[in-house]
């Protein structure tokens, strides 16, 4: 079974930074995509950053150039280091993970249960 457990999610000012991590735990042997939601009140999910295993990174626009995803394939985790934070990133962010293989089989999506971030003054 493959697990995602995010941490470092927080109250924060606005223009002060925050890193998020994503542990992927399990017996994965490989995960095609890794990457973060974030759902703000009121509002539906949306992509905020995903990495494919090619290497290849997109962004949502709202965060380009603010927010750095990263990944350590040994530790099975990625980061979210979110820079220049805004109010209107106050959300709930959630780690996924899609196409991961593991010695008890092939999970399509698997999703952490979500950290909070607050930027508020």
């Known amino acids: 079974q493959v697990q995602l457990v995010e941490s470092g999610g927080g109250l924060v000012q606005p223009g002060g930074s925050l890193r998020l991590s994503c542990v992927a735990s399990?017996?994965?042997?490989?995960?095609?995509?890794m990457g973060w939601y974030r759902q703000a009140p009121g509002k539906e999910r949306e992509l905020v950053a995903r990495?494919?295993?090619?290497?290849?990174?997109n962004y949502a626009d709202s965060v380009k150039g603010r927010f750095t995803f990263s990944k350590d394939n040994a530790k099975n985790t990625v980061y979210l280091q979110m820079n220049s934070l805004k109010p209107e990133d106050t959300a709930v962010y959630y780690c996924?993970?899609?196409?991961?293989?593991?010695?008890?089989?092939?999970?399509?999506?698997?999703w952490g249960q979500g950290t909070l971030v607050t930027v508020s003054s």
């Open positions: 996924y993970a899609v196409g991961a293989i593991t010695a008890e089989g092939f999970y399509p999506e698997v």
């Open positions: 399990g017996s994965i042997f490989s995960i095609n995509i």
């Open positions: 990495i494919i295993s090619s290497g290849y990174t």
